[in-house]
């Protein structure tokens, strides 16, 4: 089967956005970079929730009229030659070739980790993966803590009263200042 990995940027205090939606803070130093096109050879669907889709399907397709950074350049091609799938209740189609589903979130997403293939990507976003985790579906947590105090935001995780046991599989430095922290899914 395949797994959902959660790949999610973070502030060191714990939010993925300021207190006024900011994401401009994290760095994409070549390293970080480069272990994202090894991360994205390893996958072959790319998952995301509304608010990231419309965020992704906004940028990448034009990026090259915006962006001169490497990263982005690099990464452009792989994001339109990726499988795109959207989880939406509102949505009842989105651009750039990407599937919608959600109408049963838990059975539309089993389905989805039984198709043949590679593993599924999920970016970014809190809502889709704290739902996927409230579920079980989440099989690896790629956390990139980068060096900022946001003070507030959105936090990565919402307040839940279950817990869910994780084991440390990897940490790592990138670029001399973002740490990854690599969790697996372990019984619950």
Known sequence: ???ILYMVHQSLDG???GPEGEFDWPVMGPELS???QTLNAGVDTFLYGRVVWEMMAGYWPIVETISTDPHDLRFAPVWRATRKVVVSATLERAEWGAEVIGANLAEDIAALKQEPGKDILL???AGLANALTGL???DEYLIFVHPVI???GKPVFRADETRHPLALVESRTFDARTVLLRYERVGE
């Open 1 to 3: 089967m395949r797994k």
């Open 15 to 17: 939010y993925i956005e």
């Open 34 to 36: 480069d272990f994202g």
């Open 123 to 125: 970016t970014g976003g």
């Open 136 to 138: 079980g579906q989440i």
């Open 150 to 152: 946001l003070g507030g």
